[in-house]
């Protein structure tokens, strides 16, 4: 880092009429610096970590809470917590290529909740991990261990079951974009005589943690949706809304994804 006087002394030979290459030369700076002076002369302030509400010697609530719920529900579903070297560790939240909507929306809630982290996209096949690496990662996802999700107890710190009560919508449409859907069902009915087919829209949320499955539940109870278990083969894991009212609920609040 070169201290303001010798950057304004290297100007001052380039506006002198002397090239680059000389200036260069005399000051011992590459021609590509003194270039880059030219446009800015001041030294750049060393970007500054964000420092982390739950390492504070008094704790604080994560902000913004509505953007960290949100954020839960994707790690919940389809994230991950990755040591890297250093202390730090790596999020990753798998995004599918066909929700281009839902990668935007994943990286914009890391960029929330950890503005000064930078967010990378790498793709996959048929995804891209929104990425963004930080030493904080378990301390605001304290749910990460060793193992799968649905091998060991998931189960919210009391601040997060604050966040979350505050912001339910924001925890449900999380899980779902990550681990659910919304899609049209259908059922053939006999009506006078006549076989009719009925189309109507249901969303599922498949997870196989029987933690993750209960707090999407519980949240859906606390918001009046009904929602009942599949429990037949091959579909245990699932969770339905079907009846109208609440697929109404789930459509104000949740929507489809895009």
């Known amino acids: 880092m070169y201290d303001l006087g010798t950057r304004k002394h290297a100007l001052a030979l380039v506006a002198q009429g ?6 260069s030369r005399l000051t011992g700076v590459s021609r590509s610096t003194i ?3 030219r446009t800015r002369l001041e030294p750049l302030e060393p970007a ?3 420092p982390c509400p739950r390492c504070a010697p008094a704790p604080t609530a994560v902000e913004p809470p509505a953007a960290y719920a949100y954020l839960l529900g994707l790690y919940l579903g389809d994230g991950c917590l990755s040591a890297a070297r250093r202390g730090v560790y790596a999020l990753r939240i ?23 982290n930078k967010i990378m996209r790498v793709r996959a096949a048929g995804c ?8 904080h990662w378990p301390c605001l996802f304290p749910q990460h261990g060793p193992g799968k999700k649905h091998e060991r107890r998931i189960v919210l710190a009391p601040w997060q079951r604050e966040i979350v009560a505050a912001h339910p919508w924001d925890l449900v449409r999380g899980l779902v ?8 069902n259908w059922t053939v009915r006999t009506v006078a005589g006549v076989r009719k087919r009925y189309e109507y829209p249901r969303y599922w949320f498949t997870n196989v943690s029987d933690d993750i499955r209960r707090l999407y539940t519980d949240t859906l109870d606390t918001l009046g949706v009904e929602w009942t278990h ?20 789930m459509d104000a609040h949740v929507g489809p994804k895009y």
Do not use: I, M
């Open 177 to 184: 974009h990550s681990d659910g859907c919304r899609a049209t």
């Open 230 to 249: 599949c429990d037949r083969a091959g579909r245990r894991y699932n969770v339905s809304v079907a009846r109208r009212a609440s697929v109404a609920l």
């Open 94 to 116: 798998a995004c599918a290529d066909a929700w281009p909507g839902l990668v935007d929306a994943c990286a914009e809630a890391v960029r929330q909740v950890r503005p000064s």
């Open 48 to 50: 500054r970590a964000e």
């Open 18 to 23: 002397r090239s680059l290459n000389s200036v």
């Open 35 to 37: 270039r880059s002076w």
């Open 128 to 135: 891209q991990y929104v990425t963004s690496y930080s030493k």
